[in-house]
């Protein structure tokens, strides 16, 4: 019979957590809760348990929950940067991303036949995923290698008594966290040559999805509150028209933009220059509301344009990994000075040096999409 410990009456929830690696170790079967629901895990690296979850499985689809995005990379051999974008953007979450075989690489080829066998069969695909409940964090901070689970199942099974009635168990740790929070799948995205699909339709919808695999564009300064909320409504409205669509309309066609500043307050107004001055142009910055650059926008970011070289500087000596991903806005390496308290003149004229670098920008977009197949 399996032992079943209630997680919300532990003592102590890191004995729980050694309890569970313990197992794991041993070649033990855990149940676990995720946020959609409790699924069956084993260790990625035993063969001898991944042979057992083949037949406990029983051709159902498996899932390699990771740690996160970066260690994925150590699995993967060259995929599409869209599979980039969604797993640093969804994870931890309820998203699956169903891999093609043929860029699976690196630590996957080593891995037991039997579990990369039970990974990639029938489907000819593996599936990853990055679970949002907290345990699962705790457990993988002290697992030396990823973990095979069983994927969610049409009918949600939300609480643990749903799992063991489905699935009888003979020996297992059994971890009760009450019922999972949503009641619903993971959604599983496959990601193919030519983009991505939804294969199995759950928590996260299909434009949600879209949204996430969009190209991001974020400009910085200092405050934003001036160059960088004028220059993402600016580049917004270039796009846009050169689009022909209504602004708000560029999130569905793959583009989200946004602003942030390296020493902003949150909710500032733009300044009242920059608003008269792209109201001029037909653009309204009256709603905008200042930010702070934050890790999550740096990560989520795919072009990062900034003012100044010291803005991007600043930026590296925190993240070197985005050298690829943040560039001056201006392409002669020049800075676009902070008009502040500098009157309307100086306001025109960074206004019209920020749109003119814009233009570059949205032309070298358009040319690379005529461009592509």
Known sequence: MPEVIDLRRADDPRDVVHRICQALAGGQFVVLPTETQYTIVGSATDAAAGERLQTLFAGKPADLVMRGAEECRDYWADPPEVI????????????????????????????????????????????????????????????????VALSDAPSPRRTVDQLLAEIPLDSALVIDDGPCRYGENATVVRVNPRGWNIDVPGVVSARNVGRLASEVYLFVCTGNTCRSPMAEALFRK??????????????????????AGLAAALGAPASRESVELLAELGVDLREHESQPLTERLLTQADHIFT?????????????????????????????????????????????????????????????EAKSQP
């Open 238 to 259: 270039l796009l846009a028209d050169r689009l022909e669509c209504a602004a708000e309309d560029l999130v569905d066609r793959g583009f989200v933009v946004t602003s």
């Open 84 to 147: 980039h974008k969604l797993c640093r953007r969804c994870w931890p979450g309820p998203v699956v991303l169903a891999i093609a075989e043929g860029w699976l690489g690196g630590l996957f080829t080593r891995l037991p036949a039997s579990v990369r066998e039970l990974l990639t069969k029938p489907s000819g695909s593996s599936r990853f995923r990055v679970p949002a409940s907290p345990i699962w964090g705790e457990v993988q901070r002290l697992t030396p290698a990823p973990l």
């Open 307 to 367: 003012m100044t070289a010291h803005h991007r500087q600043a930026i590296l000596d925190e993240r070197p990994d985005l050298e690829s991903r943040v560039q001056l806005l201006s392409d002669d390496g020049g800075d676009i000075s902070d008009p502040m308290g500098s009157g309307r003149a100086a306001y025109q004229s960074c206004r019209e040096e920020i749109e003119r670098h814009l233009r570059r920008i949205v032309q070298q977009i358009v040319t």
